[in-house]
Nanobody, 113 residues
Framework: QVQFMESGGGLVQPGGSLRLSCAAS????????MGWYRQAPGKQRDLVAT???????NYANSVKGRFTISRDNAKNTVYLQMNSLKPEDTAVYYC???????WGQGTQVTVSS
């Protein structure tokens, strides 16, 4: 049974940082393209960042230079380091595995003063 335990979301002021974690079980994060997506209220779910099996990363233009996706194979966990956060980054963030199209439950990120 595949499970993703997402954590690290919360309330942060503009310019602040958060690190999201996606701890996987039932699947090896090293064996799949893993991604983070986000969905703001009333909007569609959009790609934030992905990392392939060989470590190639891809980012949405809106987060390039501010967010970093990484993977710890030993911990079977994917991370999203988010710096210089903006109010428009407010959304529910979801972890995703491309190999089996599995989604985590999401973690709320709110950027507000």
């Amino acid at each position: 049974q595949v499970q993703f335990m997402e954590s690290g979301g919360g309330l942060v002021q503009p310019g602040g940082s958060l690190r999201l974690s996606c701890a996987a079980s039932g699947i090896l994060v090293a064996s799949s393209t893993m991604g983070w997506y986000r969905q703001a209220p009333g909007k569609q779910r959009d790609l934030v960042a992905t990392v392939t099996r060989i470590g190639t990363t891809n980012y949405a233009n809106s987060v390039k230079g501010r967010f970093t996706i990484s993977r710890d194979n030993a911990k079977n966990t994917v991370y999203l380091q988010m710096n210089s956060l903006k109010p428009e980054d407010t959304a529910v963030y979801y972890c995703h595995s491309l190999s089996n199209d599995f989604w985590g439950q999401g973690t709320q990120v709110t950027v507000s003063s």
